[in-house]
């Protein structure tokens, strides 16, 4: 062990036996032994400097090249973990750190750790998560493939902005601190690359003081391959902020189909319609009638899953679907639901008596169609309500 590292321990352990700890570091580390030394002095230099009292825990998810033993002589606390992935590191890390605060950051020495007190300072302003954004503070070059700096990053982000109204401009900094009580009552589940999103999701939708500070990114010192593999963590984040967000991955969709199927419908009823020398008729009529079902399932879905995802801690209480479940019961679905088929049956018994008054013969599809199909997406979606309302209340008896 040199001296320098000798020093670093003992400062370390001093700052252990104190009474109480403001900060925790944690560090994911995956075979990092080029990096993680110097990620672990920078942080605890940091925190010397600014009278920080603090610790720096490495969740180490396996390593084979030696990277344990060199967090240790550096001054670090080093937590096997034994679950791979990104999220399970961090989350492993997190549980057991003693700080007030914790810090966050890839083991790689791409992230600049001098700002720690930056965040600190944050942090004791009022704020529940500070995020660093790369776009602001700047990428260095060779520091992010260009495939992930104009078109990944860009766009994940702008998706979590738009699905969650989220204030952050880079959702997959790996540089950020927050309030430990704050990011457990999150809950947050997952064990990949996605736990980057999550958080910044959770974060948003649970209404905690978020906010940003410009953060440098610089070549990584590593001597091989990152761990993140660009299409298929791109993909693993985009599936959640799509899980994440009924509103649009169901509710948005499916309101869109359905209207469009209604006014195709309603246009088509009465007859063929022209467009220039382009004919709709009834096939355009059953497309109309396939988007109406496709589109109230998918409306459908959007409320099995916001209710769900409400009583499992998910998300938080939305005060908007509390006020329709007053008036929407299952009293109310099962008497719609009932007319629905009682229009339906209708349309089916004047189909019959039209088919009975050509002695059960052949039939002109032209006027035999434009009963039977509106006739069938009545009695679907009356099917459909009575069989939705009953499900609903299910999931409400556990929120009751």
């Not at 605060?101 to 942090?123: C, N, P, R």
């Not at 493939?145 to 104009?150: G, S």
């Amino acid at each position: 062990m040199t001296k320098s590292a000798t020093k670093t321990q003992t400062a370390a352990a001093t700052v252990h036996l104190g009474e109480e700890i403001e900060l925790s570091v944690v560090l994911p580390c995956l075979n990092e032994s080029a990096t993680v030394g110097t990620c672990i002095k920078k942080a605890l230099d940091t925190m010397k400097q600014h009278g920080i009292r603090g610790e720096v825990i490495v969740a180490d998810n396996g390593s084979t090249d030696g990277s344990q033993q060199i967090a240790m002589e550096q001054g670090a606390r080093v937590l096997p973990i034994a679950t791979r992935g990104y999220g399970s590191a961090l989350r492993g890390g997190i549980a057991v750190s003693r700080g007030q605060f914790v810090i966050m950051g890839d083991a790689d020495d791409s992230y600049d750790f001098t700002q720690i007190h930056l965040f600190v300072g944050k942090l004791k302003e009022g704020y529940d998560l500070v995020m660093g954004n790369r776009f602001q503070g700047g990428i260095l070059p060779g520091a992010m493939p260009p495939l992930h700096r104009y078109l990944g990053n860009p766009v994940l982000t702008g998706i979590g902005r738009l699905f969650f109204k989220s204030p952050v401009g880079d959702f997959h900094c790996g540089l950020r601190a927050f309030r430990k009580d704050a990011i457990e009552r999150l809950e947050l589940r997952t064990l990949g690359m996605e736990f980057a999103s999550e958080m910044v999701v959770k974060a948003t939708t649970f209404g905690l003081r978020v906010t940003e500070i410009p953060t440098t990114l610089s070549r990584d010192g590593r001597d091989r391959d990152p761990h993140l593999r660009t299409w298929r963590d791109g993909w693993r984040h985009l599936r959640f902020l799509l899980l994440y967000s009924p509103r649009w991955l169901f509710l948005y969709p499916g309101i869109a189909l359905f209207v469009l199927g209604i006014v195709l419908s309603a246009l088509l009823l009465p007859g063929q319609r022209m467009i220039g020398n382009v004919a709709f008729d009834l096939h355009t009529l059953l497309f109309g009638a396939m988007m109406i079902l496709i589109g109230f399932e998918s409306i459908v879905f959007a409320t099995f899953s916001k209710v769900f995802a409400i009583s499992e801690g998910l998300l938080p209480e939305d005060p908007r679907l509390s006020t329709l479940f007053r008036y929407v019961t299952l009293e109310v679905g099962l008497v719609a639901g009932f007319l629905l088929i009682l229009a339906g049956t209708c349309a089916w018994v004047l189909g019959l008596a039209y088919w009975r008054s050509h002695h059960f013969g052949p039939l002109d599809p032209e006027k035999t169609l434009r009963i039977v199909i509106p006739g069938v997406v009545c009695l679907t979606l009356g099917f459909q309500i009575i069989l939705s309302s009953f499900f609903l209340s299910i999931l409400g008896m556990s929120r009751r």
